[in-house]
């Protein structure tokens, strides 16, 4: 269903994707454990060790969302940030994921880890706002490319 939404439904998804990233990082660094930290920074090393396959990337990625997501541990934010990231699973797996790209995401969630795991929900809201921003920018550049009207109307952050 995905890609048959018009632009101006992407980039909607896109302000809500970011919108429930930040919500969810905050309440994981508030509720993380320590198994919570360990599943996190598992998945984040398949995240860097993905750097030259992109759809390896793609899967940690949705699997790093999905593990804040169940850390936060409020079912409403996790449906309802299931179904975005079902909406927009198909425009994220369209970007080119180059290796620097991949190195650059990869980087930037390891800052959210740090600061669930450091039990910080600020310094977490901050830091997967900016990774979110991130994937964000390259859907829109993936939207450009294809011809999409209205593609980059919405600045990054919403």
Do not use: C
């Amino acid at each position: 269903w995905g890609l048959v939404l018009g632009a101006r439904h992407v980039l909607d998804l896109l302000e809500a994707h970011r919108h429930l990233g930040v919500i969810l990082a905050g309440l994981a660094a508030q509720r993380r454990d320590e198994r919570d930290t360990a599943d996190l920074r598992e998945i984040l090393a398949a995240m860097k060790a993905a750097r030259r396959d992109p759809a390896r990337f793609v899967d940690a990625e949705a699997a790093f969302l999905r593990a804040v997501t169940e850390t936060a541990g409020n079912a409403v934010l996790a449906g309802t940030a299931s179904t975005v990231r079902s909406l927009l699973g198909v425009w994220v797996a369209r970007v080119n994921w180059t290796s620097e790209i991949v190195g650059a995401a990869a980087g930037r969630y390891a800052t959210v880890v740090d600061a669930i795991a450091a039990g910080d929900p600020e310094a977490a809201r901050s830091a997967m706002g900016a990774a979110l921003d991130h994937t964000g920018t390259q859907v829109r550049l993936v939207l450009s490319a294809e011809g999409r009207a209205g593609a980059t109307e919405m600045a990054p952050g919403g």
